[in-house]
């Protein structure tokens, strides 16, 4: 009997169907529970793509230094792959990530360089780049990168078309380095044109893990805005209030940027009707606990 290796565990995550959470207008609204990979969260899918695609052309090998700037999840997943595939894997994050992300990077044996909460991701990206320059490490460099679309070209969209039998109207995904909804996009408009691809970015004032708006310099290579049909704007309290809800209502335990998600498609499913609309739980809320979002009194 041949037993899978963990990355081979990597997709096929559960599609499931709000049960309490009214969707309006006999609408059906399903959840792609992407936190089900082993190391949690959507990004596992990219993290092994840039990994096995960069090897089989001969950029890397193992036992070589990567480096990669990232918010947290990307980081978690980059993480696991390196150790499951045997190279050392150097992150580079906000100092104001999740004590549960960094603890998570670090126990899969990843070196951790913070940079301040001021400087955010761009300046996270900058100090990547310049220690590439260094000669310190190889990049992966998620926001360039068309393996990290292709992940889940190959990977998400035709999952969500075979679980719901081409039936799926609508895509709603948070988009920060904008690899899911490019690639998951990019399959289900070549199955079905007519599908409605819906891109969530922060409101004004909001800062939400997983969901950006990029300054023009440094908005990712990989996004094609002609591949997302609408964009929402995602507000703070409302991504919180609605991750809150997914526990509490679905038993559904996220991010916020899940949540954000969430919200999203019930804005969706108040315009339409008789639609199947899918949005992407990206990963679990354990690893927010410490952030007080999950707080009795939140």
Not at 19 to 26: E, K, M, P, S, W
Not at 90 to 101: F, Q, V, Y
Not at 255 to 280: C, K, P, Q, T, Y
Request: glycine share 10%.
């Amino acid at each position: 009997m041949a037993f899978p290796t963990l990355a081979q565990t990597v997709g096929n995550t559960p599609l499931v169907r709000l049960a309490r959470i009214n969707a309006g207008r006999d609408n059906t609204i399903l959840a792609k529970l992407e936190g089900n990979n082993p190391a949690g969260s959507v990004k596992d899918r990219p993290a092994l793509s840039m990994l096995r695609e960069a090897e089989a052309r001969g950029d890397i090998a193992p036992g070589d230094t990567l480096i990669e700037a990232t918010s947290g999840n990307t980081g978690i997943a980059l993480a696991m792959a390196a150790a499951v595939m045997g190279y050392r894997m150097i992150l580079i994050m906000p100092d104001n990530a999740s004590s549960e992300r960094k603890q998570a990077m670090a126990a899969y044996g990843a070196e951790l360089i913070g940079v301040s909460k001021e400087a955010g991701m761009e300046g996270a990206r900058d100090l990547a780049d310049e220690m590439i320059g260094r000669g310190e490490g190889k990049p992966l460099n998620q926001f360039a990168n068309p393996d990290n679309p292709l992940a889940h070209y190959r990977t998400t969209g035709p999952e969500l078309w075979e679980q719901t039998a081409g039936r799926i109207t609508h895509f709603v995904s948070a988009m920060g380095t904008t690899g899911t909804i490019m690639g998951t996009s990019r399959y289900l408009k070549e199955r079905n044109p007519s599908i409605q691809i819906v891109g969530l970015q922060p409101a004004d004032g909001a800062s939400i893990a997983g969901i950006r708006r990029w300054p023009e310099a440094y908005l990712p290579d990989i996004f094609e805005p002609a591949r997302v049909d609408t964009v929402l704007d995602i507000g703070q309290q409302e991504a919180e209030e609605h991750m809150r809800r997914l526990a509490r209502e679905e038993g559904i335990l996220a991010g916020v940027s899940s949540g954000g998600a969430l919200a999203g498609a019930l804005r969706i499913a108040e315009e339409v009707d008789n639609a199947v609309i899918v949005f992407i739980v990206c990963d679990r809320g354990d690893r927010y606990l410490s952030t007080g979002l999950y707080a009795p009194d939140a």
